[in-house]
């Protein structure tokens, strides 16, 4: 089995900074695409930012110049540092990977549990 465990979340001031770590666990062969979502209450889930197995990352555009997304390979571990939060910054952020499990000559989606960011004064 795989799994994804995210860490990293907490209150912050509006302006100030979290980094947040999300580490894959398991059978896993290779991994493809790693990246976070983020879900705000009464709003639907929504892509935060992508980092391809070869470099390639992608962002939201309420998050670009804000947000950096890494990964370290080794450690089977995707980060995002965020910087210069804002209150509508506020959710549930999710880790996500698109990978290759042992045994299994697919790719499939994998989610973590989620971890609460609040931005507020």
């Known amino acids: 089995q795989v799994q994804l465990v995210e860490s990293g979340g907490g209150l912050v001031q509006p302006g100030g900074s979290l980094r947040l770590s999300c580490t894959a666990s398991?059978?896993?062969?290779?991994?493809?695409?790693m990246g976070w979502y983020r879900q705000a209450p009464g709003k639907q889930r929504e892509l935060v930012a992508t980092?391809?197995?070869?470099?390639?990352?992608n962002y939201a555009d309420s998050v670009k110049g804000r947000f950096t997304i890494s990964r370290d390979n080794a450690k089977k571990t995707v980060y995002l540092q965020m910087n210069s939060l804002k209150p509508e910054d506020t959710a549930v952020y999710y880790c996500?990977?698109?990978?290759?499990?042992?045994?299994?000559?697919?790719?499939?989606?994998?989610w973590g549990q989620g971890t609460q960011v609040t931005v507020s004064s």
């Open positions: 398991g059978s896993i062969f290779r991994i493809n695409v």
């Open positions: 980092f391809t197995n070869g470099g390639s990352t």
């Open positions: 996500n990977a698109d990978l290759t499990a042992l045994g299994i000559p697919n790719n499939y989606d994998y």
